[in-house]
C-alpha cells in the first residue's frame, strides 16, 4: 500500500550543487505534480504532468526541472541550488479522467540548500 | 488572483472543546473549495470539500459550508480529539487539479 513515495526525505546541499528529488506512485495515476511548502505562504506549485511525455510548469518553475518518461515516476532536478531553494518540497497525484481536486500527496521532502 | 486566507494558528483546544478554522478565499467566478488536513510525519490528505455554493462537505465530524455570500469555508467540529492534532490546510481549485492552498493552521489538542 506504497501510495505516493518521495526520496530522499531530507537533503543538505551547498549553493550551486544539483540533485533530484524522487517522487514515484503505484496508484497508476496519469497526473503528478511537485509543490514547495514554505513558512507563511503555503502550498505553491512547481511543475505539473498530465501524462507521460507531457509536463508544464506552474506557479513557480524558476530553477526546476522535470520528465515525465513514465506513468509512475516524476523526478523534480535542481540543477543548482540556491538558498532561496531551501523548503519542503511534496509530490502529488491524481487520476486524469476527473477533476475532482483530490490529491494524493508523499510524506514530503525536506532541503536545506547553505 | 486567486488566493486564500486562513486564521493565524496554533489554535490549541482542550479535548471536546469546539473548533473553529476560518478560511476565506478570493476568486474568479465560483471554484470549488476543500479542507486538507496533515498529520505529523505525513503527506496533506483531502479531509473533504464543496463544489458549489451552500454545499456542505463533511468527514471524520468535520464540516465546512461553501458560503458565497461572505466568500468563506470555515472548518468546524462539535467535538475535538487528540487525534484531530494537525496542519489544516484550505484550498480553492483554479484549474485541471490545480489547487491553491492557503498556509495552513496548526491545531493542538490537549486531553
Known amino acids: 500500500n506504497a501510495g505516493v513515495t518521495q526520496t530522499p526525505k531530507f537533503q543538505v546541499l551547498k549553493t550551486g550543487q544539483s540533485m533530484t528529488l524522487q517522487c514515484a506512485q503505484d496508484m497508476n495515476h496519469e497526473y503528478m505534480s511537485w509543490y514547495r511548502q514554505d513558512p507563511g505562504m503555503g502550498l505553491r506549485l512547481i511543475h505539473y504532468s498530465v501524462g507521460a511525455g507531457i509536463t508544464d510548469q506552474g506557479e513557480v518553475p524558476n530553477g526546476y526541472n522535470v520528465s515525465r518518461s513514465t506513468t509512475e515516476d516524476f523526478p523534480l532536478r535542481l540543477l543548482s541550488a540556491a538558498p532561496s531553494q531551501t523548503s519542503v518540497y511534496f509530490c502529488a497525484s491524481s487520476m486524469t479522467g476527473t477533476n475532482t481536486g483530490e490529491l494524493f500527496f508523499g510524506e514530503g521532502s525536506r532541503l536545506t540548500v547553505l | 488572483g486567486n488566493s486564500v486566507t486562513q486564521m493565524e494558528g496554533p489554535v490549541t483546544l482542550s479535548e471536546e472543546a469546539f473548533l473553529t478554522i476560518n478560511c476565506t478565499y478570493t476568486?474568479?467566478?465560483?471554484?470549488?473549495l476543500f479542507w486538507y488536513v496533515q498529520y505529523p510525519g505525513e503527506g496533506l490528505q483531502l479531509l473533504l470539500k464543496?463544489?458549489?455554493?451552500?454545499d456542505k462537505g463533511s468527514n471524520k465530524g468535520f464540516e465546512a459550508t461553501y458560503r458565497k455570500e461572505t466568500t468563506s469555508f470555515h472548518l468546524e467540529k462539535g467535538s475535538v480529539q487528540v487525534s484531530d492534532s494537525a496542519v489544516y490546510f484550505c484550498?480553492?481549485?483554479?484549474?485541471?487539479?490545480?489547487?491553491?492552498f492557503g498556509t495552513g493552521t496548526r491545531l493542538l489538542v490537549s486531553p
Open positions: 484550498a480553492l481549485r483554479t484549474g485541471f487539479q490545480k489547487l491553491v
Open positions: 476568486a474568479t467566478g465560483y471554484p470549488s
Open positions: 464543496a463544489t458549489k455554493a451552500d
